[in-house]
Every structure is written in C-alpha cells, then in structure tokens.
C-alpha cells in the first residue's frame, strides 16, 4: 500500500476508529529517518533533549535556539511522520505575543507541523492564541517537567479525587481552546481512560496506562542509550548505551593494537607517484 504522509487528520481517524497513535521522541535527522521509517506516526522534538542530548540537569534550561536547531533536524530526517516542536520553558509563559512568535519559528524556520506546550487552565489562552495565529497545539498535562519545583517533584499526578478532577476540567478547557492532542504524563491509568473517552482529540500517554489514544516514549529511555535511572514507565526495547561502550572499547583496542585502520580503510597512491613524490620532497 502507498505510504502517506501522516496529516493532523490522519490521527484524528485513528482516534476515531480506535487504531493506537505511536509517538517516540527525537532530536537528530538519523534517528528521525529510521523511526519514520519504522512507521513511527509522529515525532515530538522534546524539550527532553536537555537531559538526555544537550547535557542540562532538567529540561528548563533548553533555549528556543537549541529548539529549532533539533527540530530542523528531525523535520529534514522525516518524510512521513508528523513532525512537534515543543516550547521550551519561558518561551511561552511571558506574553501571548511572544508565544505566538516562537511557536511561529518552529513552523517557519524549522519546518514543525505543530507545537506542544505545558499546562492546564492558565495556559488555555495562550494555546488558543497559537491556534487562532494557525498553528496546531498539543497540551501536556500531568507531571509537567518545565514546572516541577511546582508539583513536589516527578511523581504520579492526580491519585487524589479532587487532582484528579482538576486534570479532566484542565483537559476539557484544553480542547475547548482549540488543541490538536494532549500529551498525559504520568497520570493513573483509569484517570487518563476517563479523560481519553471524554475528549474528542487524542490522548497519547507517557506512564498514563494503556487506554490513552496513543503512547510516546523518550526514545533514548526506550533505546537504553542513558545510562542512569530508568522511570518504571519505560519499556527498554535495546540497550544501545551497553553496545556503543563495547564498540568505543574495542575501537580503542584496535587502534592500540594496529588493527585498525586495514588496508581495507585506507586510499593508495600509484609506486610511480609516490616515487615522484619522494623526490620532489627530498630537499625540503
Ligand atoms: O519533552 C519530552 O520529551 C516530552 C515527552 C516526554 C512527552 O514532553
């Protein structure tokens, strides 16, 4: 069958005939090229990238300018999948104005179809300034890593009746402002089944259980490239980081040892010029 390119609509009729979204993240051209090619639906370009690319202690030091590098990136290395940029910290909680400014730059200079940005209630207005502007917008509720320090650190959010209830009125205002789709992270599974089954956009799900409209993984938690802590959420289906230390080490042996590089992986020069070589360099 001919492969199409996955367009906003698209996700909407898989919501609507009950077909699973798949969203990995990413943040380089080859990774893009090989999970589109995978048939990953739809590649977010994760503020995640300053813990697990750009070397930051959490995602809110990542700049607009860091943004739009990766996600230029990605959207050159996507043929098919729908291509998010997300809004890194502050660069949407200021003005609306601003909002609508830098959510332009993922469109324009980096080739994104969407935006994604955090929170509920308060943030509301601003999505639908992005929307109004022309861009689709993905919300984020749950644990929302830009504002941890609020939320008393990276834990389950909405055990309680009333959170619970906050993030379902938080997810209805959402749609009602005009988002595409809502990332629900680390939210309990039958919380995010009831939001999933009142709205009318897709859900996709990090650590939210099963019945979200689709699930997204870090794709380096789900490829084991990070070492380190492992959320109970990710299902690690490679262990790249253990294979790329193994062949770093044996490169380096072989380096060492003189088997590396071969005749194989050298360019020769004809006798006859080498022979010139020699004595056009032999005075100097
Ligand atoms: O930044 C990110 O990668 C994300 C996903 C975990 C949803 O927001």
């Known amino acids: 069958m001919e492969r199409k390119r996955i367009e906003l609509a698209t996700l909407l009729q898989k919501k609507a005939k009950g077909e699973k979204i798949t969203m990995l993240t990413a943040y380089d051209a080859p990774t893009a090229r090989a999970l589109d090619d995978a048939g990953i639906d739809t590649l977010l370009v994760g503020d995640s990238a300053g813990n697990v690319v750009l070397g930051y202690r959490d995602t809110r030091p990542v700049t607009m300018d860091e943004m739009i590098v990766l996600t230029s990136a990605v959207a050159r290395g996507t043929r098919w999948a729908y291509v998010i940029g997300d809004m890194p910290f502050m660069s949407y909680n200021a003005t609306r104005a601003e909002a609508i400014r830098n959510a332009g730059r993922f469109v324009k200079e980096a080739g994104a179809e969407a935006v994604k940005l955090e929170g509920g209630g308060p943030m509301a207005g601003t999505l639908q300034a992005i929307v109004q502007a022309g861009i689709p917008v993905v919300g984020h509720l749950g644990l929302t890593p830009q504002t941890v320090g609020m939320l008393g650190g990276y ?9 619970a209830a906050r993030i379902v009125r938080d997810a209805l205002e959402l749609e009602s402002a005009g988002a595409c789709m809502l990332v629900l992270e680390m939210v309990p599974d039958r919380v995010a089944a009831l939001i999933s089954r009142r709205l009318k956009i897709p859900t996709i799900g990090i650590g939210s259980g099963p019945d979200c409209d689709g699930q997204v993984l870090v794709v380096h938690d789900m490829l084991g490239v990070r070492a380190g802590f492992t959320p109970k959420f990710v299902k690690r289906y490679a262990a790249l980081g253990e294979e790329m230390e193994r062949a770093a080490a044996e490169y380096k042996a072989d380096v060492e040892s003189l088997a590396f590089p071969a005749a194989a992986h050298s360019f020769a020069i004809d006798d006859a010029e080498y022979a ?5 360099v032999k005075d100097l």
Do not use: F, I, P, Y
Request: net charge positive; no cysteine; proline share 0%.
């Open 155 to 163: 834990r389950v959010q909405g055990k309680s009746a009333e959170n």
């Open 276 to 280: 010139r070589l020699e004595s056009l």
